[in-house]
């Protein structure tokens, strides 16, 4: 299982972390491991590449973040939240899709 962990700061997202593996699949074959990475992947390209957003990223086996910086703009804390938000919609319709794969947890920070 796949634990999403949404860093909210006043209610607003400003980061993710995502633990874990969906075990739907043979290492290298899972389909929805391969369409979680695809989503959450995209989103930190959106972050960090599209908006230019000061943000810190790791992409690593069985272990992804991406946290907005203390020192962020106003435009890029809501624009990061859009993006933080389309992302949790797009993880909400494959865990309806392929149940139990996902877990989602919320942490103010």
Same mark, same amino acid.
């Given at each position: ?7 909210? %700061? ?5 980061? !993710?972390?995502?633990?874990? =593996?969906?075990? =739907?699949? &043979? ?8 369409? *979680? ?6 989103? *930190? +390209?959106? *972050? ?8 810190? !990223?790791?992409? %690593? ?6 946290? +907005? ?14 993006? *933080? ?6 993880? %909400?319709?494959? %865990? ?7 877990? !989602? &947890?919320?942490?103010?920070?």
């Amino acid at each position: 299982m796949v634990t999403v962990t949404t860093l909210r %700061e006043n209610g607003e997202p400003v980061g !993710f972390r995502l633990k874990g =593996h969906a075990e =739907h699949g &043979d290492y290298g074959y899972d389909l929805v491991c391969a369409a *979680i990475s695809g989503v959450v992947q995209t989103t *930190i +390209l959106g *972050i960090t590449e599209v908006l230019k957003a000061d943000a810190g !990223f790791s992409l %690593e086996e069985n272990n992804t973040s991406c946290v +907005l910086s203390k020192d962020a703009t106003e435009d890029e804390q809501r624009d990061t939240a859009l993006l *933080i938000n389309t992302m949790l919609k797009g993880l %909400e319709a494959i %865990e309806n899709a392929y149940p139990g794969t996902l877990k !989602f &947890d919320i942490r103010e920070v």
